[in-house]
């Protein structure tokens, strides 16, 4: 039977084991839930942002393309393992997962770098930083499917070796991209926000940082998956992982939503009776947060006013006297 014009005749195909089956339906088991509900998260910001805004954003955008692009992966894997794709379908297979892994990795990357832009107040920084790392991401991604593709098609062992090698190496280099992201966005919320007072933003720290630890624990079973001697557990595990990081990239999304809508409240109020908590609570609520500053300069602003203040009620004083 034809299975496709790459592939070469001596193409063998794997058959999973019984226990291979159960533990790919375990993984297979805890990836529908996270996709049922990330599409119901995904549905409600999407919701809001836009009877917010009027508009589609890039955000709306990434989250959609992320969820999109790791359900069909983990779909189709699920099915060719099942047998529900046929073998001769296996090129299909193959080209279909690393289109989608393409768009996997750089979705949830630039989600991250959008995290980013909201703290940061060097926009054309960010901006080019974004295009550069689309860039060089895309680029060693060719690269890797250079060699992914023949020997995920078996085309030699030469091409199997190198695949060994290369695709860990890879794994390793999007980890370290995904920790050098997320360290500095929790400097910037740390050296931008929390260092001028704006207490509030403690918990974002807090949980970013935990939140980066589940993150790396998934690029470590990634890593520790692929050498496993079952191929299957690990090519089911890959969209489960992402989908984890979708997850929280959603929570961190809300999270500052929250914060934001916490100091909107609390700004209605700016008498002199929280005199101390004024500098905290004058931090902008609406739009991009680096729009929220600078607050030395609120704080200077507002002590050069007051004494102009204190000679109006002084002389009100008078008048009544």
């Not at 919701?47 to 589609?56: A, C, E, F, N």
């Not at 997320?182 to 931008?192: A, C, G, P, Q």
Request: charged residues 15%; hydrophobic residues 50%; contains cysteine.
């Amino acid at each position: 039977m034809a299975r496709g014009t790459l592939v070469p005749p001596n193409f063998r195909v794997d058959v999973p084991s019984e226990d291979e089956l159960v533990a790919v339906g375990v993984v297979w088991g805890l990836s529908l839930p996270l996709t049922v509900f990330g599409i119901f998260r995904c549905v409600k910001q999407t919701y809001s942002q836009y009877r917010r805004t009027k508009r589609v954003n890039l955000y709306m955008f990434l989250i959609w393309l992320e969820l999109i692009s790791t359900t069909l992966m983990g779909g189709t894997a699920w099915g060719y393992v099942r047998g529900v794709i046929p073998p001769r379908s296996v090129e299909f297979t193959i080209h279909s997962k690393i289109i989608l892994w393409i768009v996997q990795i750089n979705a949830i990357l630039q989600i991250i770098l959008n995290r980013i832009s909201l703290i940061s107040d060097n926009k054309p920084y960010v901006r080019r930083v974004k295009w550069f790392l689309f860039g060089s991401v895309l680029l060693l991604q060719v690269a890797v499917a250079v060699f992914w593709i023949p020997a995920q098609l078996q085309i030699s062992d030469l091409y199997v070796d190198i695949n060994h090698v290369f695709d860990r190496t890879e794994k390793v280099i999007f980890a370290l991209i995904d920790l050098c992201l997320n360290v500095y966005f929790i400097h910037l919320v740390r050296s931008t926000l929390i260092a001028y007072g704006l207490t509030k933003y403690v918990l974002l720290y807090r949980v970013n940082i935990a939140m980066i630890l589940v993150s790396m624990t998934m690029d470590v079973l990634i890593i520790g998956m692929m050498s496993l001697p079952s191929a299957f557990l690990y090519v089911l595990f890959h969209p489960l992982a992402y989908l984890i990081k979708l997850h929280i990239e959603l929570s961190m999304a809300e999270l500052i939503a929250k914060i934001v809508k916490a100091s909107s409240r609390s700004r209605s109020c700016l008498c002199s009776c929280t005199e101390a908590d004024n500098d905290i609570l004058v931090a902008p609520t609406t739009g991009r947060v680096s729009e929220w500053g600078p607050f030395r300069r609120v704080r200077e602003t507002r002590a050069v006013d007051q004494p102009a203040a204190t000679s109006i009620v002084v002389e009100n004083r008078n008048r009544n006297v």
